[in-house]
Structures are given as C-alpha cells and as structure tokens.
T-cell receptor, first 115, second 114 residues
Framework: NAGVTQTPKFQVLKTGQSMTLQCAQD?????MSWYRQDPGMGLRLIHY???????DQGEVPNGYNVSRSTTEDFPLRLLSAAPSQTSVYFC??????????????FGPGTRLTVL | DAKTTQPNSMESNEEEPVHLPCNHS???????IHWYRQLPSQGPEYVIH???SNVNNRMASLAIAEDRKSSTLILHRATLRDAAVYYC???????????????FGKGTLLTVNP
C-alpha cells in the first residue's frame, strides 16, 4: 500500500490564483480530512469527510472547498489564494470500525506559499 | 474536546528512557488519550492510545494516572530517530470512528542528544 499520498509537495501561488491540492489513499478508508499547520503551531482541521458524497467543515474552513466523489480521493480547492493561506497542508485518513480504535494515517504534506 | 497541557520542550540522551508528561484535568469519562508524534518535515504518526489502563506497544508505553487527570508517554530507550514533536490529544470515542477529528495542541518538542 502507498498509504496516503499528496501532490504537489511544494507550490507557490500568487494572491488570487486558484489551485487544487490532491490527496489519495489506497486503504479503503471511510474517513478523510484536511489539516493545515502554521509555523510553531499544531494542526488545525479544515474540512473532513465521513464517506463518498459527504463532507463537513472543520475548525478553519473559510477559503477552502472540498468534495468526495470517490472513497480514494479527497481534493482540497483554494478558490482565491491569500497570503494567510501560506501553510503546510496535511491530508489524513482513517477507518470506521465500530468498537475498534481507528488511528489516523497522515500524508507527507504540501508546503504552500502564497505571495 | 477537553484541553491538554504539555511542556514546550524536553531533552534526553540517546538510549535513556524518556517520560513525556501530559495534564488533562478536565478529561471526561469517555475521553480516550491519544499520542501522535511528528518527525521533522513529515506528517504526524500514531504512537499509542489508552482509556484507563496502562498500555504498551512496540513504540512506547502509556501510563495513565488513577484519576485520569494526567498521563505519561514513555519511550524506553530514546534513539535519534525519536526526535520529534509529541502531541497528547483527548478525543471522545463512541461507537464508530470519532477519532477522525483530532485537535492538536503545540505538543512537546523532544530533542535527543547523541
């Protein structure tokens, strides 16, 4: 298994540009989520999905859109990039097994700079 | 989610045990204690979790106080590869995957000296 993969690894945008951060997992996990991590901070939840066709907002959703058309993919879209969105973005996935612990698996991250 | 308090940083020597503390005085009866760690330039990875009893796995041990208001992550023999930020996280775990929304604090930066 490749686990959780994210592309691109690095990206530089200009203010106002749009782009999509890709996230895929090959573990057939029901749950997927996006976090951002700013310097010296812990991770903050942006959006999450409990299954294909279902998404919901996390702690810091403004400026980001998500969709979940398949179990494997969970792209994060920046509609109009702003310097405040400069951050490292992590995608994560986990199972939904009733009565069991469902650890989260994280991708390697995408480092985004908005000029 | 209940709040956790961890020291900002700790230092250890290679091959010595490390005890990483976490205070969670407002923990509720259904909160699980999770530990994740983040190695430099990587995403977080799961370390261990527990509810009431002490837990051991291949990576670490988790010692939970009897009143559950604190816990300690124990690395039995620190290696240079254990240098990372360690996050102590509380999350209510019901019937299903409620662990998918984790709230990360700033964690403890562990430095391991050779």
């Amino acid at each position: 298994n490749a686990g959780v993969t994210q592309t691109p690894k690095f990206q530089v945008l200009k203010t106002g540009q749009s782009m999509t951060l890709q996230c895929a997992q090959d573990m057939n996990h029901e749950y997927m989520s996006w976090y951002r991590q700013d310097p010296g901070m812990g991770l903050r939840l942006i959006h999450y999905s409990v299954g294909a066709g279902i998404t919901d907002q996390g702690e810091v959703p403004n400026g980001y859109n998500v969709s979940r058309s398949t179990t494997e993919d969970f792209p994060l879209r920046l509609l109009s990039a702003a310097p405040s969105q400069t951050s490292v973005y992590f995608c994560a996935s986990s199972r939904n097994r009733v009565g069991s612990y469902n650890e989260q698996f994280f991708g390697p991250g995408t480092r985004l700079t908005v000029l | 989610d209940a709040k956790t308090t961890q020291p900002n940083s700790m230092e250890s020597n290679e091959e010595e045990p490390v005890h990483l503390p976490c205070n969670h005085s407002t923990i509720s009866g259904t909160d699980y204690i999770h530990w994740y760690r983040q190695l430099p330039s990587q995403g977080p990875e799961y370390v261990i979790h527990g509810l009431t009893s002490n837990v051991n796995n291949r990576m670490a041990s988790l010692a939970i106080a009897e009143d559950r208001k604190s816990s300690t992550l124990i690395l039995h023999r620190a290696t240079l590869r254990d240098a990372a930020v360690y996050y102590c996280i509380l999350r209510e775990s019901g019937s299903g995957g409620s662990n998918y929304k984790l709230t990360f604090g700033k964690g403890t930066l562990l430095t391991v000296n050779p």
